[in-house]
Antibody, heavy 123, light 106 residues
Framework: QVQLQESGPGLVKPSQTLSLTCTVS??????????WSWIRRPAGKGLQWIGR???????DYNPSLKSRVTISVDTSKNQFSLNLRSVTAADTAMYYC???????????????WGQGTLVTVSS | DIQMTQSPSSLSASVGDRVTITCRAS??????LNWYQQKPGRAPKLLIY???SLQSGVPSRFSGSGSGTDFTLTISSLQPEDFATYYC????????FGGGTKVEIK
């Protein structure tokens, strides 16, 4: 059973960098054809996709966040990470990591999720 | 960017009701459409992938249909545990979620 767990500071000051890590267990992050993704949900709002990193290391980002986001992977620790720069109160949200799985015949979908971690941006 | 529009944004229904939620894409996404259920304090859960394929372990009262730009999630007989927020999501070009539909008790 694949499990994902987010970790990182719950409070970040405005203008600083939000850094989160997702630890994957039950599978090797470097095996298979998966994208490892970050998604967030601001309070009272819907889900917003932040970006993803492929097993091979290539990345894609939400165009609205692209200038501030970096996603990286550490295969030795079976982890992937999110850095979101120059944060404001609008970045306050529940942050989730998730596995994005699919094949040439099955469209990609989020099949495993972490439980989420709340990040508040405030001075 | 592909925009996903869900309707309604919320609805009230009773146990046993048939519930239908729609999702419209701003351009054709063929069947690259997934549905998720999210309950308060929980991570989203995959219900339907590829527009109409039921995820393993999901009750058969959930079904999905559609292709191109218009999609539907149907709950044939609403159960107490189905009160939640539902999201559609496209994976045709990057990823976009719909705004969500909150299903509340009538």
């Amino acid at each position: 059973q694949v499990q994902l767990q987010e970790s990182g500071p719950g409070l970040v000051k405005p203008s600083q960098t939000l850094s989160l890590t997702c630890t994957v267990s039950g599978d090797s992050i470097s095996s298979g054809s998966y994208y490892w993704s970050w998604i967030r949900r601001p309070a009272g709002k819907g889900l917003q996709w932040i970006g993803r990193i492929y097993t091979g290391g290539s990345t894609d980002y939400n165009p609205s966040l692209k200038s501030r986001v970096t996603i990286s992977v550490d295969t030795s620790k079976n982890q992937f990470s999110l850095n979101l720069r120059s944060v404001t109160a609008a970045d306050t949200a529940m942050y989730y990591c998730a596995r994005f799985a699919g094949t040439v015949v099955t469209p990609f979908h989020f099949d495993y999720w972490g439980q989420g971690t709340l990040v508040t941006v405030s001075s | 960017d592909i925009q996903m529009t869900q309707s309604p944004s919320s609805l009230s229904a009773s146990v046993g009701d048939r519930v239908t939620i729609t999702c419209r894409a701003s351009q054709s996404i063929t069947t690259y459409l997934n549905w998720y259920q999210q309950k308060p304090g929980r991570a989203p859960k995959l219900l339907i992938y590829a527009a109409s394929s039921l995820q393993s372990g999901v009750p058969s009262r959930f079904s999905g249909s559609g292709s191109g730009t218009d999609f539907t999630l149907t709950i044939s007989s609403l159960q107490p545990e189905d009160f939640a927020t539902y999201y559609c999501q496209q994976s045709y070009n990057l990823v976009t979620f719909g705004g969500g539909t909150k299903v509340e008790i009538k």
